[in-house]
Structure formats: C-alpha cells, structure tokens
C-alpha cells in the first residue's frame, strides 16, 4: 500500500472518459489499496482513479461513520430531487464551488471482489457517488458551474471535505 501523488485539474487524464476495469486482478487490488490511503492521507471523502493519474474506472469513498465503498465500472441508475452544495476536490486545491447535484441517486458496480452491487443514497453519501463517478466519466465539478464567477477561493474554515 503507497500514497500516490495527486493529479492536479490541468492534467488531461482528469477530463477524459476512463476505461472500464474487464478483470479485478492483483493490480487492482494495490490500486484500490493505495486509493484508500491516498484518500486518507489527503482528507478526502473519495478519490477516483484518474485524480491519481489512472485512467481506470475504479472509485472510493469513505464518509464519516460508514465503511469504505468500493466501485469498479460504477454508473449511476436512478436520480431524483436537486440540491445545490458547495463542493471541492483534491485536484483543484483550496477552491469551492456551488453546486447543482441530485438529492437522491441509485449507483451500480462491482466491489472489489467483482460482485455486482447496487447502492442507493442520499446526503452526503449520494453527492460524494455523483463526484466520484463524473471523474470517471472526464467531468470535474467545475464544468458543473453556472459561471466560474461561482468558484471562489476558500478559507481555512471551510468545512465540507474535498473529494
């Protein structure tokens, strides 16, 4: 298990499509491990593979009082409601943006053993899900901005966890 250096938003791998994971071997288990700790390390409430420079479609998330959540190959089925949240990301220190996200979302994918899962959420849990896979898919929070007017520097006591 390693910390792996983040991948800053000017890279290209944060803004193009990953390629979909066809066998969970031993290479992926190192990369969800060091995923975990990566994740860890930098504070995170997920992280996905491309913020490490991994072109693969492998996320983790790991929110207060819950277990780590491991995705491979994950999409989103079901949405509902709209919320708008302030958000960050490890790869575009120090900034937050508002938001426009679902409230309520239904995610599939395997876990890290290849069992097919669903997971059904809300809150913190379905918004960090909606962070995560967009990364997967080339989408990084600020194209979700209405203006970049929105995105704004922030302060030490900013609370929400960057993902």
Do not use: F
């Not at 792996?4 to 990369?31: C, E, F, G, W, Y």
């Not at 120090?94 to 994918?109: D, I, L, Q």
């Not at 809150?123 to 929105?150: C, F, P, R, T």
């Amino acid at each position: 298990m390693a910390i792996r250096p983040l991948t800053m938003m000017d890279n290209p791998v944060l803004h193009r499509k990953a390629k979909r994971v066809r066998t969970i071997d031993d290479s992926i288990q190192k990369l969800i491990d060091d995923m975990i700790d990566t994740m860890r390390d930098t504070g995170g409430a997920g992280l996905a593979a491309p913020q490490i420079g991994v072109p693969l479609q492998v996320v983790v998330i790991e929110i207060p009082d819950e277990d780590v959540v491991t995705l491979i190959n994950p999409e989103l089925v079901k949405t509902s409601g709209e919320r708008e949240m302030v958000e960050g990301c490890l790869s575009l220190p120090g900034y937050r943006g508002e938001v426009k996200r679902w409230e309520s979302v239904t995610a599939k994918g395997r876990d890290r053993s290849g069992k097919a899962i669903r997971i059904k959420a809300d809150g913190l849990l379905a918004h960090v899900l909606q962070h995560e896979i967009d990364h997967i898919n080339g989408i990084v929070y600020i194209d979700h901005l209405e203006s970049m007017d929105k995105l704004y520097k922030a302060e030490p006591t900013d609370s929400p966890e960057e993902s």
